[in-house]
């Protein structure tokens, strides 16, 4: 499945909140996503900018932490469109990335590692399929006992050049158990921490 095709994943989720976190609906009205293609441009990220449309939030403590809208979808496009087998994905979010790889059915196991119960309390109700397996524990403390085909990294809120020695370091604790590791805007971590370390 090429990412050009992916350009919505539908979540069947309820609203809820659990500790400090919470998942609820929202709605981007044709003005708000007008204003916001207007904003990007100006801040030259016209790719994030949001489109009209019934959407879905994760948040924690008040401040978002993901959402599906469009922009978010084609951060995770290439990885659905290419992971197969069993699948090893830290972060559990929305469960977005798990409902694409399911709706594929070209995976045989996926497991999510999510350190907050509380989003497990609110979002794993919402895929009880044998093929699916959630784990409560640290991504950096988690120790496979399995081999994975694929492994998506996807434990931070926002994009950051501070993410990137922290992908480097996952790439490298699980290049034994796992075939093909991927993190969530790794180039662009790349970039930003680079062009950090040179203004530092």
Request: with cysteine; glycine share 8%.
């Amino acid at each position: 499945m090429a990412r050009n095709f992916i350009q919505r994943i539908d979540l069947h989720l309820k609203a809820g909140k659990s500790g400090s976190w919470e998942v609820r609906p929202f709605t981007v009205s044709e003005q708000d996503a007008k204003w916001s293609k207007v904003r990007c441009a100006i801040n030259g990220c016209s790719e994030r900018a949001l489109e009209a449309g019934d959407y879905w939030m994760l948040t924690e403590g008040g401040g978002l932490y993901m959402s599906n809208t469009p922009a978010e979808v084609r951060d995770h496009a290439d990885f659905i469109g290419m992971a197969s087998g069993s699948v090893l994905i830290a972060g559990l979010g929305l469960g977005m990335v798990v409902q694409a790889l399911l709706d594929r059915g070209q995976c045989r196991r996926i497991v999510v590692v999510e350190k907050s119960q509380d989003v497990i309390n609110l979002v794993a109700p919402c895929y009880q399929d044998p093929r699916v397996e959630i784990v409560c524990e640290d991504i950096f403390q988690y120790r496979p006992t399995e081999h994975f085909d694929y492994a998506w990294f996807d434990i931070w809120p926002e994009i950051s050049g501070d993410n990137y020695p922290e992908m480097k370091r996952l790439h490298r604790r699980f290049a034994r158990s796992v075939t093909f590791r991927f993190s969530w805007c790794r180039k662009e971590a790349r970039k930003r921490y680079n062009s950090d370390m040179r203004e530092a």
